[in-house]
């Protein structure tokens, strides 16, 4: 459903135009829809994974899904509203809507977080590849959930102190380095699997699993870089 309604958004984006940048576009509705979406059946698989008791996994899933829906959600609300989304204090409903969706990303990190810890853990019924895809994938997660909290920081202090319309304008400016390290969790473990699904025996993948996690780092460095100095 996230990913039908990103997929949906992306269409109206093409009928009806508009700007792709900026607080107010069908952008964010169209790439917040897709990214969740990948990310919660990401997040669902790679949780298989981990050393979990099939209660708490149900917990945290429920939890995750539910918060998807939930910023998703808001983020569409806004958007057919034609006011943005993020730390829009101008009426009482834009800023309780701006409050939810700061809500449900600590909600976010607080769930995320505990997976990553649990990854963390020793996990003799996985792989050594797949341990260390897991656990760098979490990672980059975690770096992609910070410079989102990040970016809502900025915007917000910059609204407190500053204007609003200078508030908008700035807090995307880590969006190139969220992008590529939320993915992460996605990438490096595929990768694993992918490895083992073709017979490469464990020693191969995990050298192999080890490159693409420099590789990836490296990418996650550059994107913080380039995004620091762009600001």
Request: glycine share 12%; with cysteine.
């Amino acid at each position: 459903m996230l990913i039908a309604a990103g997929l949906f958004h992306l269409a109206v984006f093409v009928v009806d135009g508009g700007p792709w940048e900026g607080p107010v576009s069908w952008r964010k509705p169209a790439t917040f829809g897709l990214s969740f979406g990948l990310t919660l059946i990401t997040v669902t698989w790679v949780a298989s994974y981990l050393p979990l008791g099939e209660r708490l996994r149900n917990v945290l899933l429920g939890v995750f899904a539910a918060d998807c829906f939930v910023e998703v959600g808001g983020i569409t609300l806004q958007a057919w509203r034609g006011v943005p989304s993020h730390i829009n204090r101008e009426t009482a409903f834009d800023s309780a809507v701006s409050t939810v969706l700061a809500a449900g990303g600590g909600v976010l990190i607080v769930v995320l977080g505990i997976m990553a810890v649990i990854a963390f853990r020793p996990n003799v019924g996985v792989s050594g590849d797949m341990r260390l895809a897991l656990r760098a994938g979490f990672v980059t997660l975690m770096i992609g959930l910070a410079t989102g909290a990040a970016m809502i920081a900025r915007g917000v202090i910059e609204a407190n102190t500053g204007s609003q319309e200078t508030a908008y304008a700035v807090t995307g400016f880590l969006k190139l380095a969220h992008g590529v390290s939320l993915h992460g969790v996605l990438v490096l473990p595929a990768l694993a699997w992918l490895l083992a699904f073709i017979g490469w025996n464990e020693m191969r993948r995990l050298r192999a699993v080890r490159l693409a996690t420099i590789a990836y780092g490296v990418a996650i460095a550059i994107a913080l870089a380039y995004s620091v100095v762009a600001a």
